[in-house]
């Protein structure tokens, strides 16, 4: 305060006394002009300054303000406030353009509605799952653009705690969450979250469940159906009679090992699906290759005629457990689908009818059953999907083999190919990128296929 007063009450007192120099020599009149002449003179100082800050007032982008005195101080302490003030906003701006920045490239649609529903600004996801058009559509009322009634309807009700499943109107592929947040101004956001990879997960799940559970059931039914009649029987006491209960014991015991086939089957694939890896090791498949073609001869009894080709001594860099799994799949499915007299041709070798060799080896099981339409050959690896549902399971058929066999070859970086005729014959293939190949000259010790089961 004091700071502020000093220098005009200096000034004042100093013009004062040099007014006083002229008393004696030009009398008291003279003294009193010079004294007015000072103040005035000092009185148009002030007023030039003042005016000079009213114009910069006006027009702040002109020239900083420069003046001595009280108004040195003055300009120099709001000049400061000001400089502070402008890194302050310049900083908020830049925050908040970085704030919309981030949310313009969310992968999330985000649309900012007044509070009549008007587009206020909206991101480039938004325009991807609504069609919406950031140039065309601000400032439009969205229920104008959007029409649906279960959309305006929660839209309206403004009920923040419940999310809208809605399919996008862009396309009928899109499944998308909606979510409302309140925001200052009585503005609110719209977040859509595309849910299309969830929602089909989420049915895969329910269709696994509901497969599940159709495929036990029958089974059980049969076994409880006949654990209820021995129950009921008229005249048969605990224990029940021998003769009757043995008659039926081939059944049961055909039911309860379908259930244990496809339990089985269905940890198989748990397995492979909670262990990221498998643990690689060396894997005679020459050896394999003729286990498999004994088992096809045990299990076909004589009724087909398996041949058996060895092209290649090379072995594979693999899981043995997991390839016997999926290549077993292969051999039974052929004995069980190819009518008694068919021929089956079970081959390990280099990959055949190749243009040009490059070193990738297969194993094909090769039969001439009775085909497959080629609508059903893209899907038979799916879980559960059969070309004939009463013939996979009167042959003891869990619908789950194949998709063991892709399953177990993709975690091999290979591939399972399917080509089939109808009438003709099918060939299934397991074909090995050259890095798992083992070149015959090189041997390393090496697992038994014959332990793998
Ligand atoms: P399943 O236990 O039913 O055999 P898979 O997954 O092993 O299940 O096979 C799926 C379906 O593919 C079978 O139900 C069958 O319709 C068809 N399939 C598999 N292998 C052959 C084959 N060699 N010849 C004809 N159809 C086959």
């Known amino acids: ?41 000092n009185l148009v100082y002030h007023l030039r300054q ?36 402008q890194g302050a906003q310049q900083k908020v701006a830049a925050d908040l353009e970085q704030m919309l ?37 601000e400032g439009q009322f969205l229920l104008y653009l959007l029409r649906n009634s279960r959309f305006s309807e929660w839209l309206q009700h403004e009920d923040y705690s419940q999310t809208l499943a809605l399919t996008s109107p862009v396309s009928q592929q899109i499944d998308l969450s909606l979510q409302l947040i309140p925001l200052p101004r009585k503005q609110k956001m719209l977040v859509a979250r595309d849910i299309t ?33 021995f129950e009921d029987m008229p005249g048969v006491v605990n224990p029940p009679d021998p003769v009757q209960f043995r008659k039926h014991i081939p059944l049961m015991r055909e039911q309860s090992d379908r259930i244990r086939r496809l339990v089985d089957d269905l940890l198989a694939l748990a397995r492979l ?42 072995r594979l860099i693999g899981n043995c ?14 004995v069980r689908y190819t009518p008694a007299k068919g021929r089956i041709r079970i081959r390990w070798g280099e990959l055949e009818n190749h243009a040009k060799p490059n070193g990738e080896h297969s194993f094909s099981v090769q039969d001439s059953g009775e085909g497959i339409e080629p609508q059903h050959i893209p899907r038979l690896t799916e ?32 591939r399972l190919r399917i080509e089939s005729t109808v009438g003709k014959g099918s060939t299934f293939t397991a074909v090995f990128p050259l890095e798992r190949v083992i070149p015959v000259s090189t041997t390393p010790p090496e697992s038994d296929p014959e332990s793998a089961a």
């Open 273 to 314: 699906e909670s262990q990221p890896e498998a643990k690689d090791e060396t894997v005679d498949m020459v050896s394999l290759t003729q286990r498999l073609a004994r088992e096809a001869e045990s299990m076909s009894q004589g009724k087909h005629q398996i041949e058996l080709v060895i092209a290649s001594q090379a």
């Open 1 to 41: 305060m004091l700071d502020f007063w000093w220098r005009p009450l200096a000034l004042i007192a100093g013009l004062a006394l040099f007014s006083s120099l002229f008393i004696s020599s030009q009398g008291n009149d003279i003294a009193w002009a010079v004294f007015a002449c000072g103040l005035i003179a």
């Open 383 to 414: 879980r559960f999907y059969r070309v004939d549902q009463g013939r996979s399971r009167a042959t003891g058929g869990t619908g789950l083999g194949l998709a063991i066999a892709k399953h177990v070859l993709q975690r091999h970086q290979s």
């Open 101 to 137: 920045e981030a949310t313009r490239n969310l992968p999330d649609g985000v649309v900012i509605l007044d509070d009549d529903n008007r587009i206020v600004w909206l991101n480039s996801a938004a325009t991807r799952l609504f069609g919406l058009s950031q140039t065309r559509d």
């Open 197 to 229: 990879d969830l929602a089909r997960v989420e049915a895969m799940r329910r269709d696994f469940i509901a497969n599940v559970s159709h495929e036990l059931r029958t089974p059980i039914t049969v076994i409880v159906g006949f654990l209820e009649a």
């Open 50 to 85: 003042l005016r000079k800050f009213s114009d910069w007032l006006s027009d702040p982008t002109r020239s900083p303000l420069q003046g001595d005195g009280v108004w040195g101080d003055t300009l120099y302490r709001l000049e400061k406030q000001l400089r502070s003030r």
């Open 321 to 334: 457990q997991e390839l016997y799994s999926a290549l077993a799949n292969l051999v039974t499915n052929a």
